[in-house]
């Protein structure tokens, strides 16, 4: 199994810039994650997919972000435009089952900067 | 919804030491409760979890507790190895019992030769 595969891994970018992060989810898993790390936050939910319908994106800082999923084997969490302050990691994660207690798994991350 | 509160922050112990990592959460329906091991530069992955109807569970050096009066759970690892340091997570459902997971602030654990 190949894991939860995510793109591009690394990405520097000017603000005002738009920005695609890609996200592949394991085969078979029908719950896809959003989250970011930053320093000062933690690890943030930002949206939650289940069977590619968006289920919560509460997490979501503002309306510059948007996330979608048009089949089971691809997402795109986009930022237009960017800004600095979005620097962080975005990771993609997976899940078998959208009910409580079934493994998350994470991909490697993908590392945002933004000046 | 869920808040999940994580303690300590950081932890600095000598190699062959325990290690403690303790958490509680806000939400009394929370069923599962997992912990996630952060290497530098790595992704977070699932080391052990628990689910809400045992008290503990083992695996090898590491060991879960939780509490469901109190509403905390705990991460123990003994005989402490310099390659368990790491930035160690705890996480609990959000409300509404999908597998969304709010995540504590994370504790970070240096194990010294």
């Known amino acids: 199994d190949a894991g939860v595969i995510q793109s591009p891994r690394h990405e520097v970018t000017e603000m005002g810039q738009e920005v695609t992060l890609r996200c592949k989810p394991i085969?078979?898993?029908?719950?896809l994650f959003w989250y970011r790390q930053t320093m000062m936050r933690g690890l943030e939910l930002l949206i939650y997919f289940n069977n590619n319908v968006p289920i919560d994106d509460s997490g979501m800082p503002e309306d510059r972000f948007s996330a979608k999923m048009p089949n089971a084997s691809f997402s795109t969490l986009k930022i237009q435009p960017s800004e600095p302050r979005d620097s962080a990691v975005y990771f993609c994660?997976?899940?078998?089952?959208?009910?409580?207690?079934?493994?998350?798994?994470f991909g490697e991350g993908s590392w945002l900067t933004v000046v | 919804g869920e808040n999940v509160e994580q303690h300590p922050s950081t932890l600095s112990v000598q190699e062959g030491d325990s290690a403690v990592i303790k958490c509680t959460y806000s939400d009394s329906a929370s069923n599962y409760f997992p912990w996630y091991k952060q290497e530098l530069g790595k992704r977070p992955q699932l080391i052990i979890d628990i689910r809400s109807n045992v008290g503990e569970k083992k695996d090898q050096r590491i060991a879960v507790t939780l509490n469901k009066t109190a509403k905390h759970f705990s991460l123990h690892i003994t005989e402490t190895q310099p390659e368990d340091s790491a930035v160690y997570f705890c996480a609990a459902p959000k409300s509404g019992g999908y597998n969304k997971l709010i995540f504590g602030a994370g504790t970070r654990l240096a194990v010294h030769p």
């Open positions: 085969s078979g898993h029908n719950s």
């Open positions: 994660a997976s899940s078998g089952q959208q009910f409580s207690g079934n493994t998350i798994y």
